[in-house]
Each structure stands twice: as structure tokens, then as C-alpha cells.
């Protein structure tokens, strides 16, 4: 199983971002995805998780209305739209399966992609 996350990039506060993360050895339409991000030093966190169907997602208040998560069972993919961007937003992002648990636990998730880095300049 692979988890390959791209989009990252260096982009000027305000500006946006489409991270995209492909799934590869399974599909996982049945399980819920997420992202998540660490900053320099600092703990890897939740940003944002999707529901198998899509029609329920859940973000952390700190991304909420500047964000959007979405996925595509048929190409075994998701997303994070990401708008409004902040210099503190800058973090390697992780695309990760969930398997059971809370969807806002690290512990939760079973699979995780390589991360993509996301720099925001003031």
C-alpha cells in the first residue's frame, strides 16, 4: 500500500494551494482519509478528515472555512483544497487512512503518505 501526496509548493499568504494524494495496492473506498500536518518542531496535527462517502467531513478550527477536503473513490483519491493561506499553515502535510478510532487521532490511522511541503510567506 502507497499513499503518494503532491501540490505542495511556496506560495505568498492569501494565496492557495491543492494538495492531492493518490492511493495505490488497495482501494479504500470504505475507509475514511485525512490530512494531517507538522509544522517545524512541532506535533504532527489533524487538519481535516472525509467520511468514505464524502458526504460528511470534519476539520480543525483553525483551517475551518479556509479549507476544503474531498475525495474520488473511482480514482482512489483525496484532496485538500486550501485557500486563504497563512504563514502559520506552513508544515509538511500527510495524507492518512483511517482505520479505527477517533478520526482526530494520529493513532487512528493506519496508513500514511510521505508528506509534501507547504511554505507560506508573509
Known amino acids: 500500500v502507497q499513499l503518494q501526496a503532491s501540490g505542495g509548493g511556496l506560495v505568498q499568504a492569501g494565496g492557495s494551494l491543492r494538495l492531492s494524494c493518490a492511493a495505490s495496492g488497495r482501494t479504500f473506498s470504505s475507509n475514511a482519509l485525512a490530512w494531517f500536518r507538522q509544522a517545524p518542531g512541532k506535533e504532527r496535527d489533524f487538519v481535516a478528515a472525509i467520511g468514505w462517502s464524502g458526504g460528511s467531513t470534519y476539520y480543525a478550527d483553525s483551517v475551518k472555512g479556509r479549507f476544503t477536503i474531498s475525495r474520488d473513490n473511482a480514482k482512489n483519491m483525496v484532496y485538500l483544497q486550501m485557500n486563504s493561506l497563512k504563514p502559520e499553515d506552513t508544515a509538511v502535510y500527510y495524507c492518512?487512512?483511517?482505520?479505527?478510532?477517533?478520526?482526530?487521532?494520529?493513532?487512528?490511522?493506519?496508513?500514511w503518505g510521505q508528506g509534501t511541503l507547504v511554505t507560506v510567506s508573509s
Open positions: 492518512a487512512v483511517h482505520n479505527s478510532g477517533s478520526l482526530y487521532s494520529l493513532e487512528s490511522y493506519r496508513y
